[in-house]
């Protein structure tokens, strides 16, 4: 090696880039990026590169290099499944007809809260391994399975355990505001004090959330239960998503964006005073095709309304049991570009720099720049439109973390 060169632990050369850095692809054709101590210490064109070198480098022969995938709103830690519930859906009964019966949430709330930690990490590791299998490098896990205390800190418990079974960044979400536990469905708003008094201080000590999110819905909680959730959780310091305009619009995008929310998410029936409030606010609009698609929706997100005003636009799985059963950000790209509209960039962006800005992670990851986490995800494509084309393939060559 040359005393002259900049040492790294690692080189990928002779690669396509597209760096998703700025407001496009930020594509880069004889490209390289080299690595140190699990950073981008470089990330562009081979004829702009100083003298690097390393005791490991990697040809690429052409391959395209993205960002490690992120999917920025799974619910990913559960037990049970909702496949009797498809069928019922199938034979014409609602989403929402579902969960006023006893189905819906509350039925994996049950047997969520008949796992132990260690069985609940265990049943999620083969969902994290399918979007890891796919060039995953950071995922987003919510609660709300639990809905008391000690089930809601299994849950996160068991998520952050996800990190450590696995090469992958994992961001924790309390969601305690997910749905009434049966044990307060006739006093809504006591389990609301529960939530602000009780669960949020106790979590938030813990450390073990990373954001806070609430179901503002009809069948979930108003505009004015939310606001007291995000209120306590300002209070301890945690920013703020929320589940929005899914099924109606009650205003609760406007109320995200009020309070500085990193993601406003679903938004089928957002209006233009919520579009117009997040844009101002730089709430992401986190869209979800793969419920939309499972629950077989027909009210479009607008689409055209959020490309107007600005708003940035991030795509996610929304894994779950009952609403979208989905593992796959490869998938979920091809369903927001069919069903969405959503272009090859903003589909592309979507899992990698919209998501980590939805998560509040922008400055740490999502793009190729230096100064970043080497999350890399290697691609056996001629172009990043395969990626969004393709359904049921996965061209993944490599997958990087950290580095390594």
Known sequence: MSTESIICDRIWRNARLATMAGTDLGLIEDGMVAA???RILYAGAKAGAPALDAPDIIDCAGRWITPGLIDC???LVHAGNRAHEFELRLAGASYEEIARAGGGIISTVKATRAASEAELTASALPRLDALIGEGATTIEVKSGYGLNLANEIKMLRA???????????VRTTFLGAHALPSEYADNPDGYVELVCNTMLPAIAKAGLADAVDAFCETIGFSTAQVD???????AHGLPVKLHAEQLSNSNSAALAAHYGALSADHLEYLDEPGVTAMAKAGTVAVLLPGAFYFVRETQLPPIAGLRRAGVPI??????????????????TMNMGATLFRLT?????AGVTREAARALGLLGETGTLEAGKACDLAIWDIERPA???????ANPLHARVWRGQ
Do not use: M, Q
Request: proline residues 6%; aromatic residues 4%; hydrophobic residues 40%.
């Open 159 to 169: 998520a952050r355990a996800l990190e450590r079974a696995r090469p992958v960044s």
């Open 228 to 234: 007291r959730i995000f209120t306590a959780a300002k």
């Open 36 to 38: 140190r101590d699990g």
């Open 73 to 75: 709103h799974t619910h």
């Open 344 to 348: 090859v960039d903003e589909c592309l």
């Open 314 to 331: 991030a795509i996610a799985t929304d894994c779950n049991p009952g609403s979208s059963p989905l593992t796959s950000l490869l998938l």
């Open 386 to 392: 395969e990626l969004v084309y393709r359904i049921g």
